[in-house]
Structures are given as structure tokens and as C-alpha cells.
């Protein structure tokens, strides 16, 4: 037990040390790319909560997405001074949308609620997409012009990639520390038991309404979190951001990384940019290659990259603690 | 059989030498560093073959450019990459040019949409970009900056076209069919405001109709539009969309003559291609570029190359990435040296001779001040597909608005 | 003694079928009751209605003198019936004992604690293994329950439904589908529960042995409706209930 | 004739369309339960062998025949060799790999045929017009309104009266049912996904002389689709019916009485039904 604790904590320094150290010795691209990694990261972390962690499969998860994302280019483009209040007052109207969306949502299961959380999305979409006058339309709204951080007196040049991959780190790893916590919490073990058994769980006196809405809300505002950050590194929001396919993407990150371990969304999200970004190198025709290495993928690793992957050194590790007896 | 069979190897032969003799052409520009291009263009869904055609016209001008000894002795080399329509996708294709390609230039943009998200940060990618497609007038209008240039017409140049010819037409009620994104709403009040001012006693209706990108039935909106008994449509709509809508209309009697129709897109190879003589005749037809509208010898040898390497003839998008990397190489001649800042200095103002006729870049906004053609669907043997029959042609100044009206501060 | 339980003319009905047909009865506190019927009798949707898995078409359900007709079953559970089902109903990719605490935190309300580690609640974990404790479970508090045998799934579920310490708990057939030996570890347990502890149990159940051999008290349903009830000895002597299973003995 | 009642046969028309590609996808999940997201591709890919036959030999009936049948094939290849090792998985799984069969279908397409449109002309038969009133309305429009129902109603006879038919419906019922009693699952599986995907084949076919056959044409009619079954109840026949006609007169009236709001209509249908009757207007399950 001590042991296992030792290693997470010597992996996640780690961790953080890379983090520290990667801009100051890959390119520019590389820099936002990473950046765009850790944002669409905290994107897929917030929809496994309500995925992996609460059972439901949400197919509008964009909607809070983009509705931040509006939200803080909206102010931005209108000399809003703070850029964090911006991200605030943003991620703050996810949660609003997400409470609304959930409130109906959470009555439905499994593909139901698939289907009506896209509905709802798409409703979304719809409105950024018509409502010209505020939103832009179909053109959205661009060039945002950026303030200064807004702490104090500190004032950070937010529009240099470096300095922005900052920023997105502290917001992950805050993000990471928060759904962390939430999930091996109280409140954490009662969504897992939602999603194991929903009609155990209510006749053990669980109201599930109510914790799935709470998932539920919890989920968009981190989706917010990310839309937000999403927006100020696009300097625009664009009604694609609200598209189902969209909300597709953290679905393929969360399946492909694994959606029952924690870091899966993030191994996820590395992954599918990597592919991507490898892919469309060499060729124009990335989604049939994409598609090629999505299937197999998908067939032999039922439980994601990274959940496969720990499967199998548990079972090696046991059977060879087995040898051993 | 023979003769045939002979003339067919002689085919392969051929093609070999020519592949040896450009390989080993490359062979010797390769020893040059060659100026890098990035472009970006719709290359997948439902308008990949406008990105195609684009593609197409800037790979050929680049293999001329490159054999006719490149620039300032340094061959151009493209890299492409692919918007899927979706702005932050092309941000990110933008991004990874400049900053890991580390191209000197840029070339691209289909989508209006794209083009306005992307056009802002060029002040941060510090990089010239030459728009070919996307028509917004936003990009060389409200959101111009330094870095951004436009060398095909734009939204309010073919539009003002289209004010002149529906106020030549007579009639007096207007409506309009578009696809339900800014570039249809914006093509309606464009053509309101020019209309207007041609002819202050036209009528614009109420009943119009803007069915979504994509729709797959436009029958309830050509009935709607038909039953409210216009005397003028213009139609916005373009790529899949148009065939679409154009065929469900014809069947249903819509281009029948109760009424004048007006394409603003319709003169695009693209739908012409698909639709063949299913393209009703008689009907007025904007575009950027038509390749009968003149018989420059810059525009035959442009023709001809495309048809032999291609097989179809060019559509405005090929000649408007074709044309681009010719004002490319005009400016870096002009300039010299190839540097960022200083192109888009030689870009201003720089006047150059492509397919589409003589254009010359603003200054003021960056605007290419070109011709634009309209005409009226045809039928011809000799072509495979409808061709324009009277073409009328603008001048570029007579159609552009002047740049203190584009909203354009820099 | 006084009654726990008291239903009143209840009735359900799918569609123009009865399920359930003006159903009267009393379960007393501390008295062991059983309701019993063939096969399509209307016990499972007796039980659903008592728990609240859905409303009843028409009639009254008094717990304690409370009114609980129609109440959703969280709110059910949280006023004091516990539940089994037929088929094992535990969440099965969890440990026994997350099985345990997650019942113990809906029942102290501590769901809404977001951010402190479930395990690090001492007291909580305490009273977790105190239960496990008392089923014989202690020793596998921290195995996934997919690797348990049948009957410690079923045991486990009757953990889950101690940790909510209802004063009601409706076990719909406890030992279904479990071998002999597992039988008599259940039957051992529901007495030793039912001393040991305040509870009042109410259970259906095919195996009439384990019936007749731990109730106080008998229900027969037949055909959604009441045939009988009374003593255990009183229903093996009653011929219409042995009529209604199939003209056999009811003992068999 | 007034607007209104062309709307109406433009309604339905396009309803019959949606019912033929929608039907196959609830077959589909009703016996396999998987929802299948390639779907509008394998529509896609029916026009498009449509066009290819009609291309090479100009008849357009032999390639409505042939074409779903190869649509079919495919279909049969996708399910023995893709979807078989991810049953029993989570439903996200499913649609993550139909999504991956979406991905590599649609980009094949624009290998094969390029990224350009392609029409095809309906057969001399129906390519003429009637006269309705003061309107010319398409005699393959009217083609495709009859043969909906037509279709329709061979499936259910199919379903209700041929052994292969009850097989199916006793399965879609009752997996481990169907095992018991001697059905080769495998085989069945194999059977009726090849048999929905024939129908999409049969919609894209059938939709080849409407529409510009163009990459990414699957992609616009597949989330139509979904609301077609689930509003309609995923599984149910009529419901699919139902779901399609609905969808199809929502979208010819609104384009004529609420312009602005044609882009969320469905959505909002949508999320109206679904909270209203959580599994459908016509489900099995209540």
C-alpha cells in the first residue's frame, strides 16, 4: 500500500516536472498543441464524470462546451478587462445550461439519454448558429482581443503561446485535483454506485435525480472550464464548437484512453492528437486512416488504452505473486 | 489495334522521361532551399471538391513556376492541409505552417467562416495570407489587417454584379433561396442595398427561404418560394447544395420563366460538372472566374495545361489558387527577398496579369480590384458541360466599393 | 403488539390486466410474515408498490401510520422499508465493502460530502465492518463482489439493506436459486436478525420449507387476490390454498 | 392545388425515404442492440454503387437490385469481422466502432469516386411530371411516396408470416430465447444486419436520382435517422413509420410556416417526445 502511494506520488512529480520543463524545449507548435492536449483533457475529464463515473453516456456535452466559450469571447470581444473573470462568468453560464439541460436529461438511461442530451445540444447549436445579431451566426465571434490576466498587478501577456500554456496547465492541474477528489469522495463512491445499479441505489434511499443532476452540473462546468480556455486560445468561438460532432470528441478520447480509470480521458486526448496530428502529415485522407486505427482500437482494448493496459500488469502482477506461492 | 497499341506506349515512355527529366529538375532546384507555401483548404466533406480543385489550380502553377526556375532561383514547395470547414481546425493547419512548417506564405480558405476566424490571428502568425475563396467582405472589410490579401471577388463585387443585371432584367419583386448561413443572408442584403440604389421602386419580398447547409429536400422551399409568385429570384446556394436544389426545381417548374432567376455561384465547374445538361438554360450565372470570359493568352495556357494535366476545365477555385501563387511569386520577385514583412509590402498595390484578366491589389484593404463575369446558361456541343452564353464582364473598378466604404482601418 | 404495516384494498393494475386486486393486510411489528402464492400470483408486484418501484392503481399503504403511498422509492428506504430482490441486486463491480458504505453514507446523508475520501471516514468504516462483521463477510471487505459465490452476493445484499437499518425489510425470495447449505446459512441469519436486532421482516418465498419454518405469520396471494391467511400450521391445513398450488400439498 | 397539400406530398415524400433508411437501423438494434452509427454511410454507399451501375450499363432498375445487394455484402463484412468481437460491450463501444466504419466509408468513397458530385437520372419511365393544380409536381417524387408503403408493408408480412421473419422477431425479443430453441445466433446476427443495411442500401439507391451524390451525403442523414427510431421507439416498426412521417411533414411545413426555426424543429420534437414518452410513441416497453 505504502509502496503503490510512494510511486503515484514519485509519478505525479514526475508528471509535473515535464509539464514545467516541455515548453522551454519543443518548438511553438509543439507548445500549443500540448496546450490544445490539456484543454480538450479537461474537456473529456469532465465528461467521464457523467460517463464513466455516474453511468451516462452524454452526447451533448459541446453545448457546455461552447456556451462558455460564447460566453467569454463575447465579453472579450467587448473589452471585458479580466480575462479570468471572463472565464468565470463563462464557465459559470455552462453550469446555468448544464443545470437547465440536466434537469430533464437525468430522467432518461443509457441510449435515451444519449439521444436527448444531442438533441439538446444541437438545440444549442441551433441558437448560436440563427442568432445573428449577438452570437455572429455562422461566422461566431473572432479575434478577441485579449486582456492581461487580471491578478493584481501581475500582468501576463496571455497572447504569447508559452505564457497561455501556463495558464491551461494551472487550470488542468487544478482540474485534475478537483475531479480527483470529487470521485473518491462520499459523494464519488455514490455515483459509481448510481451507475453500477440505479434501482439498488434508490432503494437504498438514494435520490438519483438528484446526484445525477448534480454529476451532471458538475461535469458542464468543468466542460465550461475548457470551453472558456478553448475560446481565448481560438481567439473565437465558432458555432462547430457546439456540434454534435464536437461532442464526439471527448467520447472517443474517454473510450479510447479508458473510461473506468481517471487518466483515461487524458492518455485519451494525447492519443487521438497524436494519431491526428501524425496522420495528417503524411495525408489528406486522414479518416480513413483514422478510422483504421480506431477499430482495432476499439476491438482490442475493451476497456480503453490505458485501462487494458492496467488490466493486464494487475493480472501479470498477480499471477506472478501466484508463482511465487 | 496497332497504331493504337504503339501510340499507348509511346504514352508510357513518355510519361516516364517527363517524370525522370521533372524528378531530376527537382534534383537540382532541391539544392535550392525552396520557398515554403502552406495552404488550407476544405479537403473532406460535403465541399472537398472545391478544396480539390483548388488544390489542383496551386499545384499546377507551382510545377510551372518551379520549371520555369522557380523564384529568385528558389523553387516553391507547398504543404496542405485540410480546414474540414471547421474553423478551429483551420487555426490549428495555420498554426502548425507557420510555427513547425515554417512556411513563408500562406494560401487558402473556402469557408467564409474559417476565413474570419483565421484572419485575426494572422497579427500574431505574423505571416502574409492569400485568401481565393471564402467571400466574406468582413476579412478585406471590417476585420482587414496587414497580413490578410483576397485575389478572387468577393461577396459585395459579384453581388453588385447582380444588382445591375436584375435591375436590367425589369423585374419587381424580389426574393431570394440561400443556404441559412451569413454568406445567404449576407447575399440578400447586399443585393438589397445595391438593387435598390439602381432601381428605388423594386419590391423585396417577405417570404424567402434559407434552408440549412446540407438540406436534402428542397422541395417545400421551392414550392413556398414558387407560390408566392416572385418576379426575380437570386439564389445563393452553392456546392452539393445547388445541384440538389436545381434538380428538385426543375422538376418541379421552377426555371419554367414565370420568373427571372439569378445564380450568384452557378457558374462553378464543380456543379456543372455533376449536373451536365441537366443545367436548365437560359439562366443568369455568377462566378469568380469563367474560363470563356476572355481569351487573354495567359487564360488559354492556363486552360490548356489544366485540361491536360486534369482532364476537365478549370473552375474558378482552380484559377483562383492558380492565380495566387503567380501574385506569390510577383511580389517576392518585387520584393526581392523572400521575407515576410517585406511581401506583404510588394503584395500592396501589386498589379499582374492572370486567367481572369489584369487585377491589382488594393493597398487600402488588400483587395484584388478583378473583373467579374456573368452570363447566361447555355447549351454547346463542343463543351461537356453548360457553358455562359452572352457573357457580360464588370470592370473591377466599377463594381468595388471604395475602401473608406469597406470599413477597412488599419 | 402493534402493526408496522398496514395495506388497504391495493390494487394494480397493467393495462387492463390486475396484477394486484384489493389486497388487505397487517404485518405487526416484530412478527415474522411471509406472503406466499404460486408462480404470476402478484407478490413481486405487491412488493414493487410496498417499496415504491411504482405507484399502486388505487388503495393505501400506512408504514407506522404514515401515509407512504405513491412515494418514490429513495424516499421510501430513507423513511425506514429495506428491500431484497429476487435476483441479486448488489453493485457488482465494486468491493463488498464500497457495496456496504455506499448504503451507509445514503443512510447518514453524507452524499453530499464532495470532496472527503469515503475511506477516511473512520466511524463510517467502523460501522461498515461491524455489519460485514455480523454476515461473516469481514475477511472479503475489500474483493470485488463479481468474484463472490452466489450466496455471498446475496448476503452482501442483505448488508447493503442492513446499513440502511430499516425497521421494515421486504425480502422478495431470499434463498432463490441457492444450495441447501446456503439455505440454511440464510434462514440461520434472517433468525438471528429478526432476535438480534429490531427489525420486523416481511418476505416472499417459493421454498415452502424455509416458509414454514421461520414465519410467524402467512399471506397467501392467488391470482392478485387474498386467499388466506393465519398461522403456518392454519395454512398447511387450508384446502383452498392447497387447491390453489396445483391441487398438491403444500408442504411438497 | 394549394400549398398546403404540396407541402403534404413533399412531407411524406421525404418521410418515405427517412422510414426506408430509418427501418433498417431499428432492425438493427431491435435483434442486435447495437446502434449503428455507419448507418447513413452505408446509405451513402448505396448511391453511390447506384451510380456506378448506372454509369457502366444505364439501367437504372438492375442497379436498384444490384446495388443494395452490395451495400449488403459490406454490411455482412462490417458484422462478422468488426461488430461480432464487441457484443455484450457497453453501447459507447458500438457506436465508437461504427463510428471508425463511418470514418473509413466515407473517406473510401472519395478515394474511389473522387471528391466530386455525381447525379444519377431516374429511369425514362418516371422522369416525366404531373400536373397538380397549378403545380408540376415529380413522377418519381410520387414513385418513392408509393413504394414506401408498399415496402413497408412487404417487411411486415415478411415479419409476421415467413419462418426467417418470426425467427427474427423471437430473437429481437429474447436473445438467450432464440439460442434455446435452436437459432444460430451468429448466423442470425450476420443475417439481419445484412438485411438493414440492404435497406439503407435500398434508401441510397432509391435516393440516387433525388440527390447530389457527394462524400459526407451519409453524414446528414444519419442523425435524422436517429430521431426518426427514437422518437418513434427504437425496435418498433410502426414507430419508425410514425417517426418518419412526423419528421418528414415537420420539415416541409416548417419551411413554410416557421422559416427561422427549420434548424432546431426535429431537436426540439425531439426532446419534447422523449420526456413526454421516455421510450417513444410506439414502444413495446412502456
Known amino acids: 500500500m505504502n509502496g503503490s502511494a510512494r510511486k503515484k506520488a514519485l509519478l505525479a512529480f514526475a508528471a509535473l516536472v515535464l509539464l514545467g520543463v516541455l515548453p522551454f524545449v519543443v518548438g511553438t507548435y509543439s507548445i500549443m498543441l500540448i496546450t490544445e492536449i490539456m484543454i480538450m483533457g479537461i474537456f473529456a475529464l469532465s465528461f467521464n464524470l457523467l460517463f464513466g463515473y455516474t453511468g451516462l453516456l452524454s452526447f451533448g456535452h459541446a453545448a457546455f462546451f461552447g456556451v462558455s466559450g460564447y460566453v467569454t469571447a463575447f465579453l472579450l470581444i467587448h473589452d471585458f478587462p479580466s480575462l479570468l473573470l471572463a472565464l468565470l462568468l463563462g464557465t459559470l453560464a455552462a453550469a446555468l445550461a448544464a443545470i437547465v439541460v440536466g434537469y430533464f436529461s437525468v430522467r432518461l438511461d443509457e441510449i435515451y439519454f444519449a439521444i436527448l442530451t444531442l438533441g439538446f445540444g444541437m438545440m444549442f447549436y441551433t441558437l448560436v448558429h440563427q442568432w445573428r445579431s449577438v452570437t455572429g451566426g455562422s461566422d461566431g465571434l473572432t479575434g478577441l482581443v485579449l486582456p492581461s490576466l487580471g491578478i493584481g498587478k501581475l500582468s501576463i501577456d496571455v497572447s504569447s503561446p508559452k505564457s497561455f500554456y501556463f495558464i491551461v496547465a494551472v487550470f488542468f492541474i487544478i482540474t485534475i485535483l478537483v475531479l480527483l477528489r470529487i470521485v473518491r469522495s462520499s459523494f464519488g463512491l455514490i455515483l459509481m454506485s448510481i451507475r453500477e445499479n440505479k434501482e439498488r441505489a434508490a432503494f437504498t434511499g438514494i435520490n438519483i435525480r438528484a446526484y445525477r443532476l448534480a454529476s451532471f452540473v458538475i461535469s458542464g462546468f468543468f466542460a465550461g472550464v475548457a470551453g472558456g480556455l478553448f475560446a481565448v486560445f481560438d481567439r473565437m468561438a465558432s458555432p462547430s464548437m457546439l456540434h454534435w460532432t464536437a461532442s464526439a470528441e471527448p467520447v472517443l478520447m474517454t473510450v479510447l484512453g479508458g473510461a473506468h480509470v481517471f487518466f483515461g480521458p487524458v492518455i485519451g486526448a494525447i492519443l487521438f492528437f497524436f494519431i491526428e496530428h501524425v496522420i495528417t502529415k503524411f495525408t489528406d485522407i486522414w479518416m480513413i486512416f483514422l478510422g483504421a486505427i480506431l477499430i482495432p482500437l476499439v476491438i482490442f482494448f475493451p476497456d480503453g488504452v490505458l485501462g487494458t493496459l492496467m488490466t493486464r500488469r494487475k493480472k501479470m502482477r498477480e499471477a506472478r505473486r501466484e508463482g511465487e506461492e | ?410 | 403488539m402493534s402493526a408496522i404495516l398496514e395495506v388497504k384494498e391495493l390494487t394494480k393494475n397493467f393495462g387492463k390486466f390486475q396484477a394486484v386486486a384489493g389486497v388487505t393486510l397487517t404485518v405487526e411489528r416484530k412478527e415474522l410474515t411471509s406472503l406466499i402464492g404460486p408462480n404470476g400470483a402478484g407478490k413481486t408486484t405487491f412488493y414493487n408498490m410496498l417499496s415504491g418501484k411504482f405507484p399502486p392503481t388505487s388503495g393505501r399503504i400506512i408504514f407506522e401510520g404514515r401515509d407512504i403511498t405513491g412515494l418514490p422509492s429513495h424516499k421510501i428506504a430513507r423513511i425506514g422499508i429495506g428491500r431484497s430482490f429476487q435476483i441479486t441486486n448488489i453493485f457488482s463491480q465494486m468491493t463488498v465493502m464500497q457495496n456496504i458504505l455506499s448504503a451507509l453514507i445514503a443512510h447518514h446523508k453524507k452524499g453530499t460530502s464532495f470532496f472527503s475520501p469515503y475511506w477516511k471516514d473512520a466511524g463510517l468504516v467502523a460501522e461498515a465492518e461491524k455489519i460485514l462483521d455480523s454476515l461473516g463477510l469481514l475477511s472479503f471487505a475489500h474483493v470485488p463482489t463479481t468474484q463472490l459465490s452466489y450466496g455471498d452476493k446475496r448476503l452482501v445484499e442483505i448488508g447493503i439493506v442492513l446499513a440502511n437499518y430499516p425497521r421494515l425489510i421486504l425480502l422478495d425470495e431470499p434463498t432463490a436459486g441457492m444450495t441447501p447449505e446456503e439455505t440454511e446459512r440464510m434462514i440461520a441469519l434472517i433468525h438471528r436478525l429478526a432476535e438480534e436486532t429490531d427489525t420486523t421482516f416481511f418476505l416472499t418465498e417459493h421454498d415452502m420449507k424455509v416458509v414454514f419454518s421461520v414465519s410467524q405469520k402467512i399471506y397467501v396471494l392467488h391470482q392478485g387476490r387474498l386467499l388466506a391467511e393465519g398461522t403456518p400450521e392454519e395454512i398447511r391445513e387450508n384446502t383452498q390454498v392447497q387447491e390453489a398450488y396445483l391441487g398438491g400439498s403444500v408442504s411438497a | 392545388m394549394s400549398l398546403f397539400f404540396m407541402n403534404f406530398l413533399n412531407g411524406i415524400s421525404l418521410g418515405m425515404l427517412l422510414f426506408l433508411i430509418s427501418i433498417g437501423l431499428t432492425i438493427i438494434f431491435g435483434v442486435l442492440g447495437v446502434l449503428n452509427f455507419a448507418h447513413g454511410s452505408l446509405y451513402m454507399l448505396g448511391a453511390y454503387f447506384c451510380f456506378q451501375i448506372v454509369s457502366l450499363s444505364h439501367n437504372f432498375w438492375g442497379a436498384l437490385i444490384l446495388a443494395p445487394v452490395v451495400v449488403a455484402l459490406v454490411g455482412g463484412v462490417i458484422e462478422s469481422m468488426l461488430l461480432r468481437p464487441v457484443y455484450g460491450r457497453d453501447v459507447s463501444f458500438q457506436l465508437l466502432l461504427t463510428f471508425g466504419v463511418l470514418l473509413v466509408l466515407d473517406d473510401a468513397v472519395r478515394l474511389i469516386w473522387g471528391s466530386g458530385y455525381h447525379i444519377v437520372d431516374p429511369p425514362p419511365l418516371l422522369n416525366g411530371v404531373v400536373h397538380l393544380g397549378g403545380f408540376t409536381y415529380p413522377v418519381y417524387s410520387l414513385f418513392i411516396l408509393f413504394l414506401g408503403p408498399f415496402i413497408g408493408l412487404g417487411l411486415w408480412a415478411f415479419f409476421r408470416f415467413t419462418l426467417w421473419g418470426k425467427k427474427i422477431r423471437a430473437s429481437s425479443m429474447d436473445r438467450e430465447m432464440a439460442a434455446g430453441i435452436g437459432i444460430n445466433v451468429n448466423h442470425l446476427f450476420t443475417g439481419v444486419f445484412m438485411f438493414g443495411t440492404w435497406l439503407a442500401g435500398v434508401g441510397g439507391a432509391l435516393a440516387a436520382p433525388l440527390r447530389a451524390i457527394g462524400p459526407s451525403m451519409g453524414e446528414k442523414i444519419i442523425i435524422e435517422s436517429f430521431i426518426v427510431v427514437v422518437i418513434g421507439g427504437l425496435g418498433s416498426f410502426p414507430g419508425a413509420f410514425l417517426g418518419a412521417m412526423i419528421l418528414g411533414l415537420i420539415n416541409a411545413y416548417g419551411a413554410q410556416y416557421l422559416p427561422k426555426a427549420t434548424m432546431a424543429l426535429p431537436y426540439i420534437l425531439l426532446a419534447i417526445i422523449l420526456l413526454t414518452k421516455p421510450r417513444g410513441l410506439l414502444s413495446k416497453e412502456t
Not at chain 2, 471590417?142 to 483576397?150: D, H, I, S
Not at chain 2, 452572352?390 to 473598378?397: A, D, H, L, Q
Open chain 2, 1 to 410: 489495334m496497332k497504331g493504337a497499341g504503339f501510340a499507348k506506349r509511346g504514352l508510357v515512355w513518355g510519361t516516364l522521361f517527363t517524370v525522370i527529366l521533372v524528378l531530376s529538375l527537382g534534383g537540382v532546384a532541391q539544392a535550392k532551399k525552396p520557398i515554403k507555401i502552406g495552404s488550407v483548404y476544405i479537403l473532406s466533406g460535403f465541399a472537398a471538391t472545391y478544396g480539390k480543385f483548388a488544390k489542383n489550380g496551386l499545384t499546377l502553377a507551382v510545377e510551372e513556376i518551379n520549371k520555369a526556375g522557380g523564384v529568385l532561383g528558389r523553387p516553391f514547395k507547398v504543404t496542405f492541409e485540410d480546414s474540414r470547414a471547421k474553423p478551429p481546425v483551420a487555426l490549428r493547419a495555420f498554426r502548425k505552417l507557420v510555427f513547425e512548417e515554417k512556411v513563408d506564405a500562406l494560401i487558402g480558405l473556402d469557408s467564409s467562416g474559417v476565413a474570419l476566424s483565421v484572419v485575426p490571428v494572422l497579427k500574431e502568425l505574423k505571416t502574409p495570407l492569400i485568401i481565393t475563396h471564402a467571400a466574406t467582405p468582413d476579412v478585406t472589410g471590417k476585420k482587414c489587417n496587414k497580413y490578410a490579401f483576397r485575389v478572387s471577388a468577393n461577396l459585395s463585387q459579384n453581388v453588385q454584379v447582380a444588382a445591375r443585371i436584375a435591375a436590367k432584367t425589369g423585374a419587381r419583386k424580389w426574393t431570394t433561396i440561400g443556404p441559412d448561413y451569413a454568406f445567404g443572408h449576407q447575399t440578400w442584403e447586399y443585393f438589397q442595398k445595391y438593387l435598390k440604389k439602381l432601381n428605388p421602386k423594386v419590391a423585396f419580398m417577405t417570404t424567402t427561404a434559407f434552408p440549412k447547409i446540407a438540406t436534402e429536400d428542397y422541395t417545400p422551399y421551392i414550392t413556398t418560394i414558387m407560390n408566392a409568385k416572385p418576379d426575380g429570384v437570386i439564389i445563393s446556394l452553392w456546392s452539393g447544395d445547388l445541384i440538389n436544389f436545381i434538380r428538385q426545381a426543375k422538376k418541379l417548374g421552377f426555371f419554367k420563366g414565370q420568373f427571372k432567376v439569378l445564380m450568384t455561384l452557378g457558374a462553378a465547374t464543380e456543379v456543372l460538372y455533376a449536373l451536365k445538361d441537366q443545367m436548365p438554360t437560359g439562366i443568369w450565372v455568377g462566378t469568380r472566374y469563367w474560363f470563356l470570359a476572355n481569351n487573354s493568352a495567359v487564360n488559354k495556357k492556363f486552360i490548356k495545361a489544366y485540361k491536360r494535366k486534369y482532364h476537365v476545365y478549370p473552375s474558378y477555385n482552380a484559377q483562383n489558387a492558380y492565380a495566387a501563387a503567380y501574385v506569390l511569386k510577383a511580389a517576392i520577385e518585387k520584393a526581392g527577398k523572400v521575407d515576410k514583412e517585406a511581401i506583404v509590402k510588394a503584395l500592396e498595390g501589386l498589379e499582374i496579369e492572370v486567367p481572369v484578366g489584369k487585377i491589382k491589389i488594393r493597398a487600402g484593404d488588400h483587395q484584388a480590384l478583378l473583373d467579374v463575369s456573368w452570363g447566361k446558361t447555355a447549351a454547346d456541343p463542343k463543351y461537356p458541360i453548360r457553358i455562359l452564353k452572352p457573357i457580360v464582364t464588370f470592370k473591377g473598378s466599377e463594381i468595388t466599393p471604395k475602401v473608406s466604404e469597406t470599413g477597412c482601418k488599419r
